[in-house]
Nanobody, 116 residues
Framework: QVQLVESGGGLVQAGGSLRLSCAGS???????MGWYRQAPGKQRELVAS???????NYADSVKGRFTISRDNAQNTVFLQMNSLKPEDTAVYYC???????????WGQGTQVTVFS
């Protein structure tokens, strides 16, 4: 059974940094891992993703500020968030896209709150 456990959220002042971690278990994790976020009253959106080869994809709103990385040996994905803004406030969810069968798995979410 695939499980994703996030950690690292919290309260931070604008301009500060946070590092999110997501540890996976129950699978080989050969597919793409990523981070999504959902702010109150808004749809869940992709923040960043990374495949097993290290190819990354970022939302325009976080390019140059956030960095996603992955440790394949530990089935762990990280999100380094710098220069945080109040609009980054959201619940951040770890995501794993299993290749076959094609299934999405989600973590429980971790709250990130940025105050000005």
């Amino acid at each position: 059974q695939v499980q994703l456990v996030e950690s690292g959220g919290g309260l931070v002042q604008a301009g500060g940094s946070l590092r999110l971690s997501c540890a996976g278990s129950g699978s080989v994790f050969s597919g793409t891992m990523g981070w999504y976020r959902q702010a109150p009253g808004k749809q869940r959106e992709l923040v960043a993703s990374i495949n097993r080869s290290g190819t990354t994809n970022y939302a325009d709103s976080v390019k140059g500020r956030f960095t996603i990385s992955r440790d394949n040996a530990q089935n762990t994905v990280f999100l380094q968030m710098n220069s945080l803004k109040p609009e980054d406030t959201a619940v951040y969810y770890c995501n794993y896209q299993k290749i076959f069968p094609r299934v999405d798995y989600w973590g429980q979410g971790t709250q990130v709150t940025v105050f000005s």
